[in-house]
Every structure is written in structure tokens, then in C-alpha cells.
């Protein structure tokens, strides 16, 4: 059963001011996978049921009964439906439209915190237990296969994974639907709909993810990148009454949704995972009405005028006032030749849980010196033989936060080799074998490792901005008061000063790791993304 809070008597009253009444027979469907956004359903009388249907069966997920509401987050994203829902009862219910809906808990405090809290309950559970409306079948010698899943999992869309190398319910349906190892990855979307060896963007457009986004329309700001800074940005853009888009080459999250633990994070004493933390804050700026747009890529920014124009990959723009860029940065890849034919086949810049069960019981080599590295050696730690840490210097005093330091050197199943970096890699079909030299003695080392995860200093994905604001020499975006130093500078073209976070550009804006000088801290991110939209509230007042 899915997490259901009981509605009282003066909260269904409240709700029906916003809702109509329906009455419902015995098996009547109500909604279907694939359905534009579904209504939300408060059971006054009877039961419904809702139903996964994937790679040809129909599975019961849970059943709602009286003073119980149907729903899950695409109620609040404006998806289309994943399941399906059914009366098995005659009754009588109130039914919710998903516009409704969010102008509903805009005005209600209370029944805010219940309906956001039981969706995101029930959306992780759902993730947990894939149940939903797509069935994955890969191999672990399939790249495409690890970034379909890392791109759906990151999404927050349930799905199950079956693995032709060691799942036999993946042999039963290649010959079910007459398919074959050459179609890997395979993705199984609403029963019987067959996508082969698809990219996270085909993904996205079959099952509709961007859809319900109006590319005519002209907004206040748009967020270019998903990380912790963009949606902190769009949290606070969308609060303040903002029509603000986001738009995203992959899946929300940005470097910190790789992260299995962060525990400096202020208010989490715990810690939290980054995919957790992305996950809260996409429900949250939706909820304020912002638009997340995933698995698609920026690719020009026309600023010879105001309105601004983002161009997409496929050509579509989009018009703006203003932008906030909040692009990331990116692992530094090994200088290897054959770095990116290994990739998802050994080589890993994330170290989540789905990473983590590839190589348990496994040794395992973590390259870098920084927090990501340091908390990808302690998480795999828990899971893999042991855990070799590869760093360029001859310390991590500089790097790293003392805690992890600690916990590094306190660990028997780490080790840390300094002043070392990898210089050959081999295997196959999959990694295999990887060569490193330890600088200060001059010597090399060949072992039998199969898993190496690079967490490498990060450069910028900014080549499309060169032309139209100031960069540093290695490419991170100038802001405010630095424009003056920049690599290549712009000229300013106002009479006023720009503002703190302000490129080279009016009305352009940079925060989180894309910007020259950052501090590389999630929590400073947030924070660059919440100052951010006072910035951009003047910026939108001089127009």
C-alpha cells in the first residue's frame, strides 16, 4: 500500500469548493497510462484503484477508499499519467483538476503539507519498488544502458531494470517481444511501446516530459541548468511571482545529484543524498508553478537585443527577459584515449547506489582529492573489497573537509596513494585492467581492477556563452565587480555598475560553478540562487 492520509470532514469540505462531484460505476476507468495530466480523485464513497501496466501486465499498486485522494507528483510536474485508475466500486468522488489543484495548495497551508508530503512519499516509494509504466532491459556492458537508467533515476520516473546478463525475466522478454541483443538498451514504455538502444532525449519525448511547456510564451527568467543552484534560483523566482523556465541537458541534480551523502549540508545532521535533495527541491519549484525543462541542451544565446533568445539542439527558442546561468561544471576526464569507450563500462562519474551495486564485493579506484571524491571513497567503502584513492597532490589538507579526512584515514578498507594518476587502462568489452604512476617514487602499478570512478577538478560547459559574455582563461563565467579582470573581456554597455552576480551581459546572470571564483559547497549554491532573483527583480524593473 501507498502512503495515504485520511481526509477529515472540514478538509474534504475545503476541497470541494474547487472540485465537482462524480459519480463512478463498478470498473470504470477513469484515467489511463500515457493520459495528459490526470485529475486528482478524493473518495467520497466506493474505491478506485490504481494499476502499473508495463512490458504486458497489469499489476494493483494500491487501492484508495473513503476520505483517501489519488495522485502522485505528475500532479504538480503537469506530466502525463503513469498508471492507470479504475472504480471497483460504484461511488461517488470529488474530482480535481491538476490547475486546480496547485491554485489549491498555493491558498491552503494545511492541505499543501498534506498533499505535497503524501506525493512525495508515494513518488519514492513508487522509485523504489519500479513500479510504473517503463521496463528497462540492459546489460552491464551497455554505456547506453547505465545512462538511460542514471537519466531516469535522476528524473524521479519508477522503472524497472532487467539485466540480460543476469536476470533471466530479461531472456523471457527479448523473445516475448521478439527482440535481440543488438537492441540494447531496450525501454518498454505503457505496455508494448518498444524503444531500442534509445538516448535519454528520445526517452523524454516519448513519454511527453517536456510537453506541457509553452515554448511561445515569454518569460521573466530563465534558469540554464538544474543543479542546486538552479533550483534554488527557480524555488525563489517561482515564490516571488516569476514566470521562470528551467531548462536542463539531462536530469535535474547537476554535479551534487551524483553524490550518495552530503553531510555539511545545514539542517541535515544526517546527511541527505544529492538525488534526495534534488528531488525536494524540483517538487518545491513546481509547486511555486515553476516549469523544469529535462534532456534538453542550450545551445546559442542570441544577445545582439533584448528580448534574449535561447536556441535549443533542435532549434526551437525561446524569448526572455532575463537568464540566470546556472550550468555546473563538469568531471575533468583522464587524458586516456580510450576514457570514453569505457565509460559506463567501468569508468563512473557518479557514485550513487546504482553505481555502488555494479561493483560490490569489488576493488575499486576513486581518482580526485576534493569533498566528491572523498565521499564517493567513503560510500563505496560499504559496499566494495576496498576502496584505492588516486590523487595528483601530495596531501588533501587543501581539498577536503577534515571530517571526510578523518574518516578517510580511519577507514582500513581505504587507501590513499599520493602524487599518483592513471596512465593506462585496458580491457575488452568492460574494464579491466588499469596502470598508475606514483610520481614521487617513479614507479607503476598494474592491477586487476574493473571499476575506476573519476572525481576530477570540473570544467565549465560554456563554449556557447563565448561570444556573448566575459569568461576567465579557463572558461567559467565573470561576474559583477571581476568583469574588469576577465580573459576576454566585454564592455559594459550601461551607466550603471553591474550587479554582484551580473555577466558581462545586463540581465544576464551567473551563479553555482559555472561562475569564475565560486566556492565549490552546495550550500553556497543555494544560497547564490536565492540571492540571484533580487538581482534579477531590478534587472526586470529598468526595462
Not at 509547486?287 to 542570441?302: C, D, P, Q, S
Not at 559574455?469 to 561576474?479: E, I, P, Q, R, T
Request: aromatic share 6%; hydrophobic share 40%.
Amino acid at each position: 500500500m501507498l502512503y495515504s492520509p485520511v481526509l477529515n470532514s472540514e478538509q474534504i469540505e475545503r476541497i470541494r469548493v474547487v472540485s465537482k462531484l462524480r459519480s463512478v460505476q463498478h470498473g470504470e476507468i477513469l484515467y489511463n497510462q500515457n493520459d495528459p495530466t490526470p485529475p486528482v480523485f478524493v473518495v467520497l464513497s466506493g474505491q478506485i484503484q490504481i494499476l502499473a501496466l508495463a512490458a504486458g501486465s497489469e499489476k494493483i499498486v494500491t487501492t484508495y477508499s473513503a476520505g483517501q485522494f489519488s495522485g502522485e507528483l505528475v500532479m504538480i510536474s503537469g506530466r502525463r499519467s503513469i498508471y492507470r485508475c479504475r472504480a471497483i466500486e460504484e461511488g461517488v468522488l470529488l474530482q480535481i483538476s491538476a490547475r486546480e489543484l496547485r491554485i489549491l495548495i498555493e491558498k491552503d497551508a494545511e492541505l499543501c503539507d498534506i498533499f505535497m508530503m503524501t506525493y512525495l512519499e508515494r513518488r519514492l516509494l513508487l522509485r523504489e519498488r519500479g513500479e510504473g509504466n517503463v521496463v528497462v532491459i540492459g546489460s552491464l556492458y551497455s554505456s547506453n544502458s547505465l545512462a538511460i537508467r542514471e537519466f531516469l533515476t535522476r528524473d524521479g520516473h519508477p522503472f524497472i531494470y532487467f539485466d540480460v546478463d543476469f536476470d533471466e525475466m530479461a531472456q523471457v522478454l527479448l523473445r516475448r517481444f521478439d527482440l535481440s541483443l543488438d537492441d540494447i538498451p531496450i525501454v518498454i514504455c505503457n505496455i508494448d511501446n518498444i524503444l531500442r538502444n534509445p538516448s535519454p532525449q528520445d526517452v523524454a519525448s516519448y513519454l511527453g516530459f517536456n510537453e506541457n511547456i509553452d515554448d511561445m510564451e515569454i518569460r521573466d527568467v530563465i534558469v540554464v541548468g538544474a543543479g542546486p543552484a538552479g533550483l534554488s534560483a527557480a524555488v525563489y523566482a517561482a515564490s516571488e511571482g516569476l514566470d521562470v523556465l528551467v531548462i536542463e541537458k539531462g536530469a535535474p541534480g547537476g554535479q551534487a545529484g551524483s553524490s550518495s551523502k552530503i553531510e555539511n549540508y545545514l539542517g541535515f545532521p544526517t546527511g541527505l543524498s544529492g538525488h534526495e535533495l534534488a528531488a525536494r527541491a524540483i517538487a518545491q519549484a513546481e509547486k511555486f508553478g515553476a516549469e523544469i525543462m529535462v534532456a534538453r541542451t542550450v545551445k546559442r544565446l542570441n544577445c545582439d537585443k533584448r528580448l534574449y533568445v535561447v536556441s535549443l539542439d533542435d532549434g526551437q527558442e525561446i524569448h526572455c527577459r532575463t537568464i540566470v546561468l546556472a550550468t555546473g561544471a563538469q568531471y575533468n576526464k583522464p587524458a586516456l584515449f580510450n576514457v570514453d569507450f569505457f565509460a559506463g563500462r567501468g569508468v563512473y562519474y557518479n557514485a550513487t547506489f546504482m553505481e555502488a551495486h555494479a561493483c560490490a564485493d569489488e576493488r575499486v579506484i576513486v581518482i580526485g582529492g576534493g569533498n566528491s571524491a572523498g565521499q564517493a571513497a567513503v560510500f563505496l567503502a560499504q559496499s566494495t573489497k576496498n576502496v584505492q584513492m588516486l590523487v595528483r597532490s601530495g596531501t588533501l589538507a587543501q581539498t577536503m573537509s577534515r571530517y571526510l579526512i578523518r574518516r578517510i584515514e580511519e577507514n582500513p578498507l581505504i587507501r590513499v596513494c599520493y602524487s599518483s594518476e592513471i596512465t593506462k587502462m585496458e580491457g575488452s568489452r568492460h574494464l579491466e585492467r588499469v596502470t598508475w604512476m606514483d610520481k614521487s617514487k617513479g614507479a607503476s602499478s598494474t592491477e586487476l581492477i574493473r571499476h575506476v570512478f573519476v572525481m576530477t577538478g570540473a570544467s565549465p560547459d560554456t563554449d556557447w556563452l563565448s561570444d556573448c559574455v566575459a569568461l576567465d582563461g579557463k572558461g567559467f563565467v565573470v561576474s559583477g565587480p571581476d568583469l574588469e579582470k576577465a580573459q576576454t573581456p566585454i564592455p559594459w554597455p550601461l551607466s550603471r555598475q553591474p550587479h554582484m552576480l551580473e555577466t558581462s551581459l545586463p540581465g544576464v546572470f551567473v551563479i553555482g560553478d559555472a561562475r569564475s571564483g565560486n566556492v565549490k559547497r552546495v550550500a553556497s549554491a543555494v544560497g547564490e540562487g536565492s540571492i540571484v532573483i533580487s538581482l534579477v527583480h531590478d534587472a526586470l524593473a529598468e526595462r
